[in-house]
């Protein structure tokens, strides 16, 4: 399993940008595809995006556009880089591990980080 801390969240006036990073430690299964989730208040986990090991991406449609994810495997870190902020982009952002396969999930990710939190301001 994974060990996942997530770092970079703030509070950013709507429009602006953050970028988050998630460190990773320990060995990743062979399905090595890292995912990005949010959570608002009262709200269930969703989907952001994610990458894989060789760097292809992928992302959820609410996003697309304004959010990108990169990776530096030397470091073991992903990024999440959060472009064009609104106000409905508030909540935790975690990133996630370990994948199972099938869809990208809460389900199918096994390893999880602590979050970081992003409020966007109007």
């Known amino acids: 399993q994974v060990q996942l801390v997530e770092s970079g969240g703030g509070l950013v006036q709507a429009g602006g940008s953050l970028r988050l990073s998630c460190a990773a430690s320990?060995?990743?299964?062979?399905?090595?595809?890292t995912g990005w989730f949010r959570q608002a208040t009262g709200k269930e986990r969703e989907f952001v995006g994610g990458?894989?090991?060789?760097?292809?991406?992928f992302y959820a449609d609410s996003v697309k556009g304004r959010f990108t994810i990169s990776r530096d495997n030397a470091k073991n870190t992903v990024y999440l880089q959060l472009n064009s902020l609104k106000p409905e982009d508030t909540a935790v952002y975690y990133c996630?591990?370990?994948?199972?396969?099938?869809?990208?999930?809460?389900?199918?990710?096994?390893?999880w980080g602590q979050g970081t939190q992003v409020t966007v301001s109007s």
């Open positions: 996630a591990a370990d994948w199972f396969g099938g869809s990208y999930s809460v389900t199918n990710f096994r390893s």
């Open positions: 320990g060995r990743a299964g062979s399905r090595y595809t």
């Open positions: 990458i894989t090991w060789g760097g292809n991406t």
